[in-house]
C-alpha cells in the first residue's frame, strides 16, 4: 500500500509519521522541510497543480491529511489562506481520491459546532461554527463527503503533545516566570493527546483491512475521556508537572470568564463530544486523561534540556 501524509511535521503527522511505516510504503510531506530532514519532502500543498502532480506520480492508495491552519484568531482576518489550507486541500484531495479509488483520512475539529449543549455532541447533531476557523473545517468536512470518496473524518479536540506549540507546553512556560496565571473556567471540552490520535488512526486501518470491503465512510469522534475546562485542565498539568519534578512551585489559578480575554474569535463553550459511534463501529474506547497527560509530561521530561519554545 502506498501512503501519503501529509502535514507531517505537526502534531499529529510527527506521531503518524513511524507509526505508517509498517503499514506500507510511506511519503511524507510538510510546506516547510528542514535541511536535515531528509525522509520528507516539501510540497505547497495550497499549490493545486504542484499536489495534483504529486498525487498521479505516487498514485497513493490511502491519503492522511493531518495539513491544517489552526491559528484560530489569525482566521478572522486572514479567511483567505485558511480557506486555502483547510477548504480547498481537502476538496483537491478528496476528489482526486475519487476518481482513483483512494481513501483519506482526514481531521476536523469540536470547533464546528456552536458550543450551546449541555450534553456531549453527536456526529449528526446540528453543525453551527462561531468562528472562521470552524467553518473552514466544516467546510473542508463537506467537500470531502460531496466528493464521493471513501472517507473517514475524525473530530477531535483540545489536541496537545510532548512536541510542537500547544497548551500544555505553553502552561509549562508560563509556570518558570508566574506566580499566578488567569485561565478561562467557561469553555469546557476534553484535551486529547496527539499520540492517541494516532493510534486510533492505526487502529481504524487496521478494522477496515479486516472490513472486507465494507464502506465504513463518515465523520467519527474521538477524544481523551475527560471533560475540563481550561483551567482545571491547567491545574492538573500543575500538579502532575510539580510532582515528577518538571517544575519547582505550582503557580496559582485563577479561573476567570472568557470575557477577561478579547480574543478576535469566539470559541464554543461546550464542545464535549460524544464518541459512542467510533466504539460502536470500530471497537475504539476513549482513552484516560490522566494516562495521556502523564506521558506527555514523562515525553516532555526526557527531552528537559532543550527549549521548551
Known amino acids: 500500500m502506498r501512503i501519503l501524509l501529509t502535514g507531517c511535521l505537526g502534531q499529529l ?50 491519503i492522511i491529511n493531518t495539513a491544517a491552519w489552526t491559528a484560530v484568531d489569525a482566521a478572522e482576518t486572514e479567511q483567505g489562506p485558511a480557506n486555502a ?6 476538496q483537491i484531495l478528496a476528489e482526486w481520491a475519487a476518481a482513483n479509488q483512494a481513501l483519506l483520512f482526514h481531521y476536523s475539529t469540536d470547533y464546528v459546532f456552536d458550543g450551546t449543549n449541555t450534553l456531549p455532541w453527536y456526529e449528526d447533531d446540528s453543525v453551527g461554527p462561531v468562528s472562521v476557523y ?45 506566580d499566578q496565571l488567569q485561565v478561562v473556567d467557561d469553555q469546557r ?4 493527546l496527539a499520540e492517541n490520535v494516532a493510534l486510533v488512526t492505526i487502529e481504524i486501518l487496521k478494522r477496515l483491512q479486516l472490513a472486507e470491503g465494507k464502506d465504513l465512510s463518515g465523520v467519527y469522534h474521538y477524544t481523551d ?31 476567570v470568564d472568557s470575557s477577561v480575554f478579547q480574543t478576535p474569535a469566539k470559541r464554543p463553550l461546550y464542545s464535549v463530544l460524544n464518541c459512542e459511534k467510533i466504539e460502536r463501529v470500530f471497537g475504539i474506547q476513549q482513552k484516560s486523561f490522566s494516562s495521556a497527560l502523564d506521558d506527555c509530561l514523562a515525553g516532555i521530561q526526557r527531552n528537559h534540556s532543550e527549549d521548551l519554545s
Open 85 to 90: 489550507i483547510n477548504v480547498v486541500v481537502p
Open 13 to 62: 503527522g510527527q506521531e503518524l509519521r513511524q507509526r505508517l511505516l509498517a503499514h506500507g510504503r510511506l511519503y511524507a510531506t510538510d510546506h516547510n522541510t528542514p535541511a536535515d530532514e531528509h525522509q520528507v519532502f516539501s510540497l505547497d500543498l495550497t499549490d493545486r497543480g504542484a499536489l495534483l502532480r504529486i498525487l498521479d506520480k505516487l498514485q497513493p492508495d490511502l
Open 189 to 192: 471540552g476534553c484535551p486529547t
Open 134 to 178: 470552524g467553518q473552514s473545517k466544516l467546510d473542508g468536512e463537506n467537500a470531502i463527503i460531496n466528493s464521493g470518496c471513501k472517507h473517514i473524518i475524525i473530530r477531535t479536540s483540545w489536541v496537545y503533545s510532548s512536541h510542537s506549540k500547544n497548551f500544555v507546553r505553553t502552561m509549562l512556560q508560563l509556570a518558570v516566570s508566574r
Open 225 to 255: 475521556d475527560q471533560p475540563l475546562a481550561w483551567c482545571e485542565f491547567a491545574e492538573r498539568i500543575f500538579s502532575r508537572a510539580h510532582e515528577i519534578g518538571l517544575i519547582e512551585s505550582i503557580p496559582e489559578v485563577i479561573a
